[in-house]
């Protein structure tokens, strides 16, 4: 059985994955220049969260492994953009503030993925 954090990871991830895949131009400016096929990185983490959530729901034994690698795929374009925005003129304080706090949130997310189940339900 998930553990509530577990549960919001997983559904915090359908609604970006399905985003990601739905409407991935709304992740463009998150994206390195200099990244090759930008949009098939944000299809394709789109697609891994989706995965990982279902995992999750579903129990499966790969599904946290799976969501902690997709956090820290996407952690490095967190990090760039946070620090992209500060260069940028046309962004508020609150836009550059939640670009940064984006990378922090990363580890509680990555740590309670390691472990979104109960111990009973294992």
């Known amino acids: 059985m998930l553990t509530?954090?577990?549960?919001?990871?997983?559904?915090?991830?359908?609604?970006s994955g399905t985003a990601?895949?739905?409407?991935?131009?709304?992740?463009?400016p998150l994206m390195p220049p200099r990244l090759p096929a930008p949009r098939a990185w944000v299809v394709g983490t789109g697609v891994a969260e989706l995965a990982a959530a279902a995992g999750l729901v579903a129990g499966a034994?790969?599904?946290?492994?799976?969501?902690?690698?997709?956090?820290?795929?996407?952690?490095p374009g967190n990090w760039w953009y946070a620090i992209a925005t500060q260069r940028h003129p046309g962004r508020s304080g609150l836009h550059r503030g939640v670009a940064?706090?984006?990378?922090?949130?990363?580890?509680?997310?990555?740590?309670?993925?390691?472990?979104?189940?109960?111990p009973s339900a294992r």
Not at 21 to 27: E, G, M, S, T
Not at 101 to 118: D, S
Request: hydrophobic residues 60%; charged residues 15%; without cysteine.
């Open 61 to 75: 034994r790969w599904a946290p492994a799976a969501t902690v690698a997709t956090l820290g795929v996407v952690w």
């Open 4 to 15: 509530p954090a577990g549960r919001a990871i997983a559904a915090a991830f359908v609604v």
């Open 100 to 118: 940064w706090a984006r990378v922090p949130l990363q580890v509680p997310l990555m740590v309670a993925a390691a472990r979104p189940y109960r």
């Open 20 to 28: 990601h895949v739905v409407r991935p131009q709304l992740f463009d």
